[in-house]
């Protein structure tokens, strides 16, 4: 089976989400007037989009990356993406620490909280 025919969102759909992440990474260049703050906005949104992706069949995405067990490892990815999205808003957009850290526990863990619910057996 094809990865793309089991995933919750149709590849052209994602492909619209990469491609309005490539237009924000432009505007960011444009605006910031640094081609890093560009580039970084860019991986940022695809690493996002790359997540909902997964998230919207996880059950297909775990077991395609034979995922399947749950503890430490699961709680170390959500705390990791967490950090590391609270690090870009900070070297990005100039956020407060504390601020940034709040967003990013509020934002990002909002989407692993959807994840975790939508699931019946809680993998």
């Known amino acids: 089976m094809l990865l793309d025919e089991a995933m919750g969102l149709s590849l052209s759909t994602v492909q619209r989400m990469l491609g309005a ?7 960011v260049w ?10 970084l906005t860019l991986i940022a949104l695809c690493t996002l989009t790359a ?17 399947t067990g749950s503890g430490p490892l699961n709680m170390m990815a959500i705390a990791a ?4 999205f609270a690090q870009i808003s900070i070297s990005i957009w100039g956020f ?5 850290y709040i967003l990013s526990l509020s934002f990002i863990g909002s989407f692993w909280l959807t994840g975790y619910m939508i699931q019946p057996n809680g993998v």
């Open 21 to 27: 992440s490539g237009v924000a990474s432009l505007g």
């Open 30 to 39: 444009y605006l910031q007037g640094a081609l890093m703050d560009g580039m």
């Open 51 to 67: 997540i909902i992706w997964g998230i919207s069949e996880s059950e297909s995405t775990f077991a395609f990356l034979n995922l």
């Open 81 to 84: 993406s967490i950090v590391i």
């Open 96 to 100: 407060p620490t504390v601020g940034a």
